[in-house]
């Protein structure tokens, strides 16, 4: 019962406004669940989904986006046919329709430009590519901001982004620069290569002059390391990286962690949890704390923040959450799950829809 408590206590903590959880109901429909009720949304399943903080996203098959909010509990049509590279990160949202970029604002489709090759959408940018006038361009608290000439027929310069960052190489300049919050500067100049990786108000990179692995988070700038990174990966405020020593290491604006002594199988980083194969384990640090998941490798996992969900040698659904254990039912033999938001949605072994929120279960 204390397991089903902290549970209960630890989803509670998460949830401001409930993310929409969508499923394919057994009539092959579209329903939600939102705040304790399921309800309807399209006689049809959709091509692809996107669930916000009370709302739904979604496309249908040929290519109209719609629309559905749970206060008006109607879909709107934002476009009937045509969109084409749909993207959403938690309620932002961007697509394209022909050469010209729209994103979502206030439930309303708005024009934001027109030829556009390429785009990308974060936590709270929109970065695209200006064919028209040759530029990178990023969208910032609906501002846009020109951040490097591109030049005509030419992919540069590359970019990588994350929450509230983009960093740019722009070769024929030699010069690794960074956007973030509305700001522009440059992180290394007389630089050979552009090495980065972008989190959530946290970057990484490789400064050429003064041959050092930087950190850049809000408590600062801070030197990670003086050998160039194998590999690296961000979330959000939290770095983790294996350099030549082949030790794997997390950075989250305070003092390097050292996780291993040698190089783990795989690593991943979501959120603001980091993940680890290890010995055969599958090895958790997160809030500070590092912990053993499973002495195993569980079948699957999803992060959420600081909430890792996972089903066990029993095929029975737990998480940790900020470094505490807990548990979402005792069905055993659980095919497979999606969390949603803070919202596990799960196809119980006795055939009905489950949704376990705020440490209850409902079933459609």
Known sequence: MRRLAIAAMGIVSLAQ???VVPFASPLDRLMVFQEGRFVEVDARPPKRSFPMKGALLYQDASGGLGYYTAESGKTRWLVREGVNDVQAV????AWRLNDSLFVLRSGSAVRAATGVERFK???SLLVYVDSLKHELVVIHRNQRT?????EKGSLLPQWTQGGNTVTFYDRSQRKLSLFHHGKLRVLTEDADVGIAVNGMDIVGYWDDVRDEFMGLARTGEQRLSGLKPIDAKAGNGVLAFVDGTLKLKV???GEVVQLTDSMPAQFWVKDRVVLYLWGGKLMCWTNGKLIEVEPYVPEQWAVKDD???YLDINRELR???AGERVRFGREANVDGFQLVGDA???RSPTGFTTVVYRGRSYTF
Do not use: E, P
């Not at 020109?146 to 591109?150: E, H, K, M, N, R």
């Open 121 to 123: 959408v974060s936590d």
């Open 307 to 309: 909430l890792l969900v």
């Open 146 to 150: 020109a951040i490097a000439t591109v």
């Open 90 to 93: 938690g309620d932002r949202a």
């Open 17 to 19: 406004a409930q993310v």
């Open 319 to 321: 998480g940790i959450l």
């Open 344 to 346: 596990v949605l799960y």
């Open 251 to 253: 950075w989250a604006g």
